[in-house]
Protein backbone atom coordinates (compact mmCIF):
# COMPACT_ATOMS: atom_id res chain seq x y z
CA UNK A 1 0.00 0.00 0.00
CA UNK A 2 1.50 3.57 -1.00
CA UNK A 3 2.28 5.50 1.89
CA UNK A 4 3.10 8.43 -0.21
CA UNK A 5 1.55 9.55 -2.97
CA UNK A 6 2.01 11.74 -5.86
CA UNK A 7 -1.20 11.92 -7.78
CA UNK A 8 -0.19 13.98 -10.65
CA UNK A 9 2.90 12.18 -12.85
CA UNK A 10 3.01 15.64 -14.48
CA UNK A 11 3.13 19.03 -14.95
CA UNK A 12 3.92 22.17 -17.58
CA UNK A 13 4.59 25.56 -16.69
CA UNK A 14 5.23 28.75 -18.32
CA UNK A 15 9.12 29.83 -17.41
CA UNK A 16 8.62 32.68 -14.75
CA UNK A 17 5.26 31.47 -13.27
CA UNK A 18 4.74 29.22 -9.89
CA UNK A 19 4.90 25.38 -10.22
CA UNK A 20 3.00 23.49 -7.74
CA UNK A 21 4.02 20.08 -6.86
CA UNK A 22 1.46 17.97 -4.26
CA UNK A 23 2.26 15.08 -2.41
CA UNK A 24 -0.27 13.57 0.06
CA UNK A 25 0.88 10.89 2.59
CA UNK A 26 -1.43 8.14 4.61
CA UNK A 27 0.84 7.50 7.75
CA UNK A 28 0.21 9.74 10.33
CA UNK A 29 3.72 8.64 12.45
CA UNK A 30 5.57 10.87 9.82
CA UNK A 31 7.25 13.87 11.10
CA UNK A 32 9.86 14.98 8.88
CA UNK A 33 9.12 14.70 4.64
CA UNK A 34 11.30 15.70 1.96
CA UNK A 35 11.54 16.37 -1.67
CA UNK A 36 14.69 15.21 -3.90
CA UNK A 37 14.88 16.16 -8.17
CA UNK A 38 16.27 13.55 -10.28
CA UNK A 39 17.67 14.33 -13.86
CA UNK A 40 17.79 12.10 -16.42
CA UNK A 41 20.85 9.55 -15.99
CA UNK A 42 21.26 10.67 -12.71
CA UNK A 43 20.58 9.86 -9.23
CA UNK A 44 17.98 11.90 -6.99
CA UNK A 45 19.08 14.39 -5.04
CA UNK A 46 17.89 16.35 -2.03
CA UNK A 47 16.04 19.75 -2.30
CA UNK A 48 14.33 20.85 0.81
CA UNK A 49 12.83 19.23 3.90
CA UNK A 50 10.29 19.94 6.31
CA UNK A 51 9.81 18.46 10.09
CA UNK A 52 6.30 18.33 11.28
CA UNK A 53 6.69 20.95 13.82
CA UNK A 54 6.47 23.68 11.22
CA UNK A 55 4.19 24.30 8.54
CA UNK A 56 6.19 25.85 6.47
CA UNK A 57 9.92 25.96 4.94
CA UNK A 58 11.71 28.18 2.64
CA UNK A 59 14.80 28.04 0.60
CA UNK A 60 15.18 30.32 -2.48
CA UNK A 61 12.44 29.45 -4.94
CA UNK A 62 11.50 26.58 -3.14
CA UNK A 63 9.17 26.89 -0.25
CA UNK A 64 7.92 23.56 1.05
CA UNK A 65 4.33 23.55 2.63
CA UNK A 66 2.68 20.66 5.04
CA UNK A 67 -1.24 20.52 6.36
CA UNK A 68 -0.83 17.73 9.13
CA UNK A 69 -4.13 17.66 9.54
CA UNK A 70 -5.01 16.95 5.70
CA UNK A 71 -1.83 14.68 5.56
CA UNK A 72 -0.95 16.73 2.22
CA UNK A 73 2.21 18.25 1.26
CA UNK A 74 3.15 21.07 -1.38
CA UNK A 75 6.26 22.02 -3.28
CA UNK A 76 5.60 25.65 -4.58
CA UNK A 77 8.75 26.89 -7.34
CA UNK A 78 8.91 30.57 -7.86
CA UNK A 79 9.94 31.66 -10.52
CA UNK A 80 9.88 28.66 -12.18
CA UNK A 81 13.00 28.06 -14.73
CA UNK A 82 13.57 25.85 -17.75
CA UNK A 83 16.54 23.94 -15.62
CA UNK A 84 13.88 23.23 -13.08
CA UNK A 85 12.41 20.62 -15.35
CA UNK A 86 12.98 16.98 -13.56
CA UNK A 87 11.33 14.42 -11.70
CA UNK A 88 10.14 15.95 -8.01
CA UNK A 89 9.73 12.86 -5.82
CA UNK A 90 8.63 13.43 -2.25
CA UNK A 91 9.70 11.14 0.90
CA UNK A 92 9.27 10.65 4.24
CA UNK A 93 11.47 8.20 6.59
CA UNK A 94 10.46 5.80 9.14
CA UNK A 95 12.42 6.18 11.77
CA UNK A 96 11.14 2.70 13.62
CA UNK A 97 12.04 0.63 10.35
CA UNK A 98 15.79 1.48 9.81
CA UNK A 99 14.94 4.62 8.43
CA UNK A 100 13.40 3.54 5.60
CA UNK A 101 11.99 5.77 3.20
CA UNK A 102 8.94 5.13 1.76
CA UNK A 103 8.92 7.85 -2.11
CA UNK A 104 6.00 9.03 -3.92
CA UNK A 105 6.11 7.94 -7.52
CA UNK A 106 7.08 11.33 -8.91
CA UNK A 107 5.99 14.05 -10.77
CA UNK A 108 7.61 15.29 -13.96
CA UNK A 109 8.03 18.74 -14.21
CA UNK A 110 8.62 20.89 -17.90
CA UNK A 111 9.03 24.33 -17.32
CA UNK A 112 8.64 26.04 -21.16
CA UNK A 113 10.89 28.84 -21.89
CA UNK B 1 28.26 16.05 -3.38
CA UNK B 2 28.28 12.67 -0.75
CA UNK B 3 31.25 10.25 -1.76
CA UNK B 4 29.06 7.09 -3.34
CA UNK B 5 29.48 5.28 -6.37
CA UNK B 6 28.39 2.60 -7.73
CA UNK B 7 29.71 -0.08 -10.18
CA UNK B 8 28.78 -0.83 -12.72
CA UNK B 9 26.71 2.22 -14.25
CA UNK B 10 25.44 -0.10 -17.11
CA UNK B 11 25.13 -3.58 -17.33
CA UNK B 12 23.06 -6.20 -20.21
CA UNK B 13 23.22 -9.48 -18.88
CA UNK B 14 20.92 -12.94 -19.90
CA UNK B 15 18.03 -14.69 -17.77
CA UNK B 16 19.37 -16.76 -15.04
CA UNK B 17 22.85 -15.84 -15.11
CA UNK B 18 24.05 -14.15 -11.71
CA UNK B 19 24.52 -10.54 -11.19
CA UNK B 20 26.34 -8.41 -8.72
CA UNK B 21 26.32 -4.19 -8.28
CA UNK B 22 28.40 -3.07 -5.72
CA UNK B 23 27.55 0.58 -3.84
CA UNK B 24 30.92 2.47 -2.44
CA UNK B 25 30.95 4.95 -0.12
CA UNK B 26 33.47 7.20 1.11
CA UNK B 27 31.09 9.20 4.18
CA UNK B 28 31.52 6.53 6.47
CA UNK B 29 27.96 6.31 7.07
CA UNK B 30 26.15 3.94 9.03
CA UNK B 31 22.80 3.20 6.85
CA UNK B 32 23.16 2.28 3.03
CA UNK B 33 20.17 1.28 0.96
CA UNK B 34 19.58 -0.21 -2.39
CA UNK B 35 16.41 0.59 -4.28
CA UNK B 36 15.53 0.22 -7.71
CA UNK B 37 13.25 3.09 -9.86
CA UNK B 38 10.35 1.69 -12.47
CA UNK B 39 8.27 3.64 -14.48
CA UNK B 40 4.73 4.45 -12.34
CA UNK B 41 6.39 2.94 -9.47
CA UNK B 42 8.87 5.79 -8.31
CA UNK B 43 11.43 4.35 -5.75
CA UNK B 44 11.08 1.07 -4.17
CA UNK B 45 13.59 0.05 -1.56
CA UNK B 46 15.00 -3.56 -2.07
CA UNK B 47 17.31 -3.94 1.64
CA UNK B 48 19.15 -1.85 3.60
CA UNK B 49 22.17 -2.12 6.27
CA UNK B 50 21.83 -0.59 9.45
CA UNK B 51 25.62 -1.50 10.20
CA UNK B 52 28.68 -4.04 8.61
CA UNK B 53 26.86 -7.66 8.59
CA UNK B 54 23.89 -6.09 9.05
CA UNK B 55 20.58 -5.87 6.52
CA UNK B 56 16.73 -5.84 6.60
CA UNK B 57 14.22 -6.17 3.89
CA UNK B 58 12.33 -4.01 1.86
CA UNK B 59 9.21 -3.51 0.19
CA UNK B 60 10.57 -5.59 -3.10
CA UNK B 61 13.45 -8.30 -1.92
CA UNK B 62 12.12 -11.36 -3.58
CA UNK B 63 15.00 -12.59 -5.93
CA UNK B 64 17.41 -10.05 -4.37
CA UNK B 65 20.43 -10.71 -1.46
CA UNK B 66 22.48 -8.10 -0.13
CA UNK B 67 26.02 -8.38 1.96
CA UNK B 68 27.99 -5.67 4.28
CA UNK B 69 31.07 -7.00 5.23
CA UNK B 70 32.65 -3.22 5.03
CA UNK B 71 30.94 0.00 5.89
CA UNK B 72 31.71 1.35 3.17
CA UNK B 73 30.36 -1.30 0.50
CA UNK B 74 26.91 -3.22 0.57
CA UNK B 75 26.55 -5.29 -2.19
CA UNK B 76 23.42 -5.98 -4.13
CA UNK B 77 22.92 -9.75 -5.85
CA UNK B 78 20.60 -11.22 -8.30
CA UNK B 79 21.13 -14.70 -7.77
CA UNK B 80 19.78 -15.58 -11.23
CA UNK B 81 18.51 -12.55 -13.49
CA UNK B 82 14.74 -12.35 -14.51
CA UNK B 83 13.59 -9.61 -17.14
CA UNK B 84 11.38 -8.49 -14.36
CA UNK B 85 14.50 -6.96 -12.66
CA UNK B 86 15.70 -4.95 -15.57
CA UNK B 87 15.26 -1.28 -14.27
CA UNK B 88 17.80 1.41 -12.64
CA UNK B 89 19.12 0.45 -9.25
CA UNK B 90 20.32 3.81 -6.85
CA UNK B 91 22.11 3.11 -3.58
CA UNK B 92 21.94 5.60 -0.72
CA UNK B 93 23.36 6.31 2.58
CA UNK B 94 22.56 8.15 5.81
CA UNK B 95 24.28 8.72 8.46
CA UNK B 96 21.69 8.46 11.13
CA UNK B 97 18.07 7.75 11.73
CA UNK B 98 16.10 10.25 10.51
CA UNK B 99 18.96 11.94 8.48
CA UNK B 100 18.81 12.59 4.82
CA UNK B 101 19.38 9.78 2.41
CA UNK B 102 21.91 10.65 -0.19
CA UNK B 103 21.78 8.76 -3.78
CA UNK B 104 24.36 7.39 -6.06
CA UNK B 105 24.24 8.19 -9.36
CA UNK B 106 22.26 4.68 -10.49
CA UNK B 107 23.27 1.55 -12.18
CA UNK B 108 21.23 0.88 -15.52
CA UNK B 109 20.41 -3.15 -15.42
CA UNK B 110 19.29 -4.77 -18.63
CA UNK B 111 17.90 -8.32 -18.40
CA UNK B 112 17.09 -9.97 -22.10
Known amino acids: DQQVKQNSPSLSVQEGRISILNCDYT??????FLWYKKYPAEGPTFLIS?????DKNEDGRFTVFLNKSAKHLSLHIVPSQPGDSAVYFC????????????FGTGTSLTVIP | DAGITQSPRHKVTETGTPVTLRCHQT?????MYWYRQDPGHGLRLIHY???????DKGEVSDGYSVSRSKTEDFLLTLESATSSQTSVYFC???????????FGPGTRLTVL
Open chain 1, 91 to 102: AAPHRFAGNQFY
Open chain 1, 27 to 32: NSMFDY
Open chain 1, 50 to 54: ISSIK
Open chain 2, 27 to 31: ENHRY
Open chain 2, 49 to 55: SYGVKDT
Open chain 2, 92 to 102: AIANAVGDTQY
